[in-house]
């Protein structure tokens, strides 16, 4: 007994060591972390500083497109914590600033509402610019650590790095949740959306074409055939001849919303490596990109209404007599609250508690945005004052 008493004593103490060297590492990164970096400058100085000297942290994402020092400032571990095969992972572009229009959306259908349905949510954002006195990186960063569901480039925010953003989405998509999603659902952060429609949708196709999921390409959406672009220097989608030379787009899919999967975004992510950038984004990813791929689009024009109008007069109807809605998307019309009240009132038509809208009560004929008529397309909105008659 004795003998095996000092026997034990090393291993006794070897034991007290790690047991306090595990203590001090605990509590010195306690420290750490409670001397959290306020201001977004000194974030990223941290970040660069403590990458190289802590092994074992997350690599650099690697250059994106021509943005060689590409790194994630905010990574996503979505796709990792999913322990069942998803339906369809919404990858949403956002700007930075726009915590209202993501507190809207998750108000509307939470992350766990979502997981029920086999779906995740993220938003793609980028850095704040320097013009952006109303939110700030620790405000990015204080979302990230509450809802977990954003993932942030480092590149500056701006409608001319949209495609930045989009590649940014497609190629975390494909790569993190590759085995993990059987479909990619792109949209942005304005649009409205029936999300049990496009589920239902998603359903069917898993059953009517299952290689769908796994090897056969999918892009669906609004397709806009052969568009010019916007030669008028006003405009704000001005694309110049050096930008675009050609006379037409080829036809692309709406950015509002499209559908796609993981072979798809794959293969369209590693085709944009070896196009010059564009940055209308949708045209270049949907259109020039997939073009050169032979990627046919598929057409379903008729889900989308380009008049926040006619789905706020949709809520209108939903609430008063259950009219079942025409459209499944459509942009908020500035108006965050939307998607919330459209969400809400349209999930009842899934349990059969709709009924048709009866003819001759049609949207165009009972909603005052009638007279506008708009395709979800770069540039109209503009114009959209001009073409009220
Ligand atoms: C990337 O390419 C675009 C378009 O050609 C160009 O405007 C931009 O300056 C390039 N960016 C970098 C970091 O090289
Ligand atoms: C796009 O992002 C790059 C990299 O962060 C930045 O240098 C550039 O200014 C941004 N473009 C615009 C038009 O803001």
């Known amino acids: 007994m004795r003998m095996r008493g000092r026997r034990l004593l090393p291993i006794v103490l070897s034991l007290l060591i790690i047991v306090l060297l595990c203590f001090s590492y605990i509590s010195n990164h306690l420290r750490d972390s409670s001397s959290l970096p306020v201001d977004s400058d000194e974030f990223l100085l941290q970040l660069h ?32 914590h999913v322990d069942k095969e998803l339906l369809a992972v919404l990858i949403v572009t956002s700007y930075a600033g726009h915590d209202s229009l993501r507190a809207a959306h998750r108000q509307a259908i939470t992350q766990s509402k979502l997981a029920e349905m086999g779906l995740q949510r993220v938003f ?11 939110f700030t990186q620790a405000q990015v960063i204080n979302e990230q650590t509450r809802f977990g569901d954003l993932l942030q480039g480092n590149f500056v925010e701006d409608y001319r790095n949209l495609s930045y953003k989009h590649v940014m989405g497609l190629r975390w998509a494909a790569g993190e949740c590759e085995g993990r999603t059987k479909f990619i659902i792109k949209l942005d952060d304005d649009i409205i959306y029936d999300v049990f429609h496009l589920r239902r949708y998603l359903e ?29 220097q006003a405009n704000k989608w001005y694309v110049t001849r050096q930008e675009y030379p050609h006379t037409l ?16 975004a794959a293969r369209l992510v590693a085709e ?13 990813v949907t259109g020039v990109v997939r073009a050169r791929l032979g990627i046919p689009l598929e057409r379903h024009n ?7 109008e006619f789905l706020d007069c949709c809520v209108r109807d939903l609430k008063q007599y259950s009219f079942e809605c025409e459209y499944s ?46 395709v979800p397309e770069h540039g109209l909105a503009q114009v959209k004052p001009l073409q009220l008659r």
């Open 302 to 308: 008729d889900w989308y209404s380009a008049n926040s």
């Open 249 to 264: 787009y080829p036809a692309y899919l709406s950015g509002w919303l499209y559908i796609t999967n993981v072979p798809t």
């Open 272 to 284: 944009a490596e070896r196009v010059s950038i564009f940055w209308i984004d949708d045209t270049w």
């Open 49 to 80: 500083d403590e990458t190289p000297s802590v092994p074992g942290l997350r690599a650099p994402a690697g250059p994106l497109l021509n943005l060689t020092d590409f790194d994630y400032l905010l990574p996503s571990d979505v796709c990792r």
């Open 204 to 232: 069917s196709l898993e059953v009517s074409q299952p290689a769908l999921a796994t090897s056969s390409t999918l892009l669906a959406g609004y397709v806009l055939d052969a568009k010019p672009p916007i030669r008028l």
């Open 329 to 374: 998307v459509g942009p908020n019309g500035d108006n965050a609250k939307l998607l919330i009240e459209f969400l809400h009132h349209v999930e009842k038509c899934y349990f059969d508690e709709c009924t048709k809208r009866p003819a001759g009560k049609s949207l165009k004929n009972t909603c005052v945005a009638a007279a506008k008529s708009r």
């Open 124 to 134: 793609l954002l980028a850095a704040l610019p320097l013009r952006e006195h109303f």
